[in-house]
């Protein structure tokens, strides 16, 4: 009787150890293991398991590789060389490029196949902004120094970007300064 109490006891602590660690699902896991301007490309399709690679060009010095997993689908900005551009704004005084070898990650946005309440995420409200961009109606929940987006949809996560947070402008090169 002991043991069965005792075996009893394990199952349910151990079930309550993975239902407790499986609020935030695994592409959510994988992607919060890409460092911004430090991990490769290398790296990302180790971490996805050699996702299927749908698309890939490169543009304004930025290889795109679009790819997808069983999960969902995610496209990666990767640099193409040091001082290599990254999102041409013509609008922008610079031209904004970071030091960064080939094929480290600019910027990542993963769109799961499953959506989740974002309550389901583990996200210090105190450490985001809310915001709507224009007519989009998804709500933005950005943590510039971290360089995490959570697009919202009626609660519900449509995808997480990953971008170059604020404590990386040190690697930005200004090139074509314009005054």
């Known amino acids: ?14 079930l309550f150890y993975v239902s407790a ?5 695994n592409w959510y896991l994988k992607l919060s293991q890409v460092k911004v301007l430090e991990s490769s ?8 398991g050699n996702p299927r690679i749908t698309q890939s060009f ?16 995610f496209t990666v900005q990767y ?3 040091k001082c290599a551009a990254k999102d041409p704004d013509p609008e922008s005084s610079t031209e904004e490029t970071y030091k960064v070898e080939k094929d480290k990650v600019l910027k990542v946005i993963f ?3 499953k959506k989740l309440k974002f309550s389901k995420f583990k996200v210090d409200k105190s450490q985001v902004f809310e915001t709507n961009l224009g007519e989009d ?6 943590n510039t120094k971290q360089g995490i987006d959570y ?4 609660g519900k996560v449509r995808g997480v970007e990953l971008f170059i947070p604020v404590e990386l402008d040190y690697l930005r090169c200004l090139i074509n300064a314009r005054f």
């Not at 697009?151 to 009626?154: E, R």
Request: aromatic share 16%; hydrophobic share 45%; net charge negative.
């Open 41 to 48: 490309k290398q790296d990302v399709e180790s971490l996805f």
């Open 137 to 142: 109606p998804a709500l933005h929940y950005i």
């Open 21 to 25: 660690n499986a609020d935030e699902p």
């Open 111 to 113: 769109f799961p196949k």
């Open 58 to 73: 490169e543009n304004f010095g930025i290889n795109f590789v679009f790819y997808e997993t069983n999960e969902g689908e």
């Open 1 to 14: 009787m002991k043991k069965a109490h005792f075996l009893l006891t394990l199952f349910a602590i151990t």
């Open 151 to 154: 697009i919202v949809v009626l």
């Open 79 to 81: 640099s193409t060389g």
